[in-house]
T-cell receptor, first 113, second 115 residues
Framework: GENVEQHPSTLSVQEGDSAVIKCTYS??????FPWYKQELGKGPQLIID?????GEKKDQRIAVTLNKTAKHFSLHITETQPEDSAVYFC????????????FGAGTQVVVTP | GAVVSQHPSWVICKSGTSVKIECRSL??????MFWYRQFPKQSLMLMAT?????????EQGVEKDKFLINHASLTLSTLTVTSAHPEDSSFYIC???????????FGSGTRLTVV
C-alpha cells in the first residue's frame, strides 16, 4: 500500500520568512496530492492540491510542487504570518483506492512574530 | 465550496453507553464518506469507508461491531461508538468525497470523552 513520509515534524519560522514542508510517497500510481491545515480542535482544511499531470500550482502565498520521478511533493508558504501557525498534513491518493487518502505524519508550524 | 457538517462537536459519555456522530454533506451528494480517528499530536487514521446503500468497509484492526457505520442517504453518514470505554476517547473526523472533482472535504471533528 501507499506510504507517505513527511518532514520536518516541527518547523519554527520568523514572521515574513518562508516555510517548506516535504513529503515523499511510495506508490507510483498515486495521482492526487492534497495539503491540509489543521488548527487545534478542528478538522483538516484543504489549502491546496495538485494532480499528477501538473508539476506546480500556486495560490497566493501557497505553492505546491510535484516531482513524479522522485515521488516527492512539497508545500511552500511565503511571507509567513502568525495565523499560518498550525499542523500541516500532506496526503496522497490513487484513483483505484476508492478515494482513500494516505496521510503524512504532520508538521507543526510555528510562526513567531 | 463544499461543506461537511459534523455533529456533535464534542460529547462526554459514561463508560458502557453508546454515542452517535453525524456527518452531513450540505451542498453535494457524497456516495462515499470516510471516518477517521486522531489521537493527540498524531496523524489521521482511517477507520472505515462508508458507501451509500451498502456496508461500510473497515480498515484492518478496527472493530466493526464497536464502530457501527450507517450511510443511508447521499448526504448523511453516522458513526455509532457502541459500549464506549475510556480508550475510545479520541477526536473523530469524517470526510466526504465529491467524486465529480476528487474534492475531499472534512467535517469539523467530534471530541469524544468517555468517563
Amino acid at each position: 500500500g501507499e506510504n507517505v513520509e513527511q518532514h520536518p515534524s516541527t518547523l519554527s519560522v520568523q514572521e515574513g520568512d518562508s516555510a517548506v514542508i516535504k513529503c515523499t510517497y511510495s506508490d507510483s500510481a498515486s495521482n492526487y496530492f492534497p495539503w491540509y491545515k489543521q488548527e487545534l480542535g478542528k478538522g483538516p482544511q484543504l489549502i491546496i492540491d495538485i494532480r499528477s499531470n501538473v508539476g506546480e500550482k500556486k495560490d497566493q502565498r501557497i505553492a505546491v510542487t510535484l516531482n513524479k520521478t522522485a515521488k516527492h511533493f512539497s508545500l511552500h508558504i511565503t511571507e509567513t504570518q502568525p495565523e499560518d501557525s498550525a499542523v500541516y498534513f500532506c496526503a496522497a491518493m490513487t484513483t483505484d483506492s476508492w478515494g482513500k487518502l494516505q496521510f503524512g505524519a504532520g508538521t507543526q508550524v510555528v510562526v513567531t512574530p | 465550496g463544499a461543506v461537511v457538517s459534523q455533529h456533535p462537536s464534542w460529547v462526554i459519555c459514561k463508560s458502557g453507553t453508546s454515542v452517535k456522530i453525524e456527518c452531513r454533506s450540505l451542498d453535494f451528494q457524497a456516495t462515499t464518506m470516510f471516518w477517521y480517528r486522531q489521537f493527540p499530536k498524531q496523524s489521521l487514521m482511517l477507520m472505515a469507508t462508508s458507501n451509500e446503500g451498502s456496508k461500510a468497509t473497515y480498515e484492518q484492526g478496527v472493530e466493526k461491531d464497536k464502530f457501527l457505520i450507517n450511510h443511508a442517504s447521499l448526504t448523511l453518514s453516522t458513526l455509532t461508538v457502541t459500549s464506549a470505554h475510556p480508550e475510545d476517547s479520541s477526536f473523530y473526523i469524517c470526510s466526504a468525497m465529491d467524486r465529480g472533482n476528487y474534492g475531499y472535504t472534512f467535517g469539523s471533528g467530534t471530541r469524544l470523552t468517555v468517563v
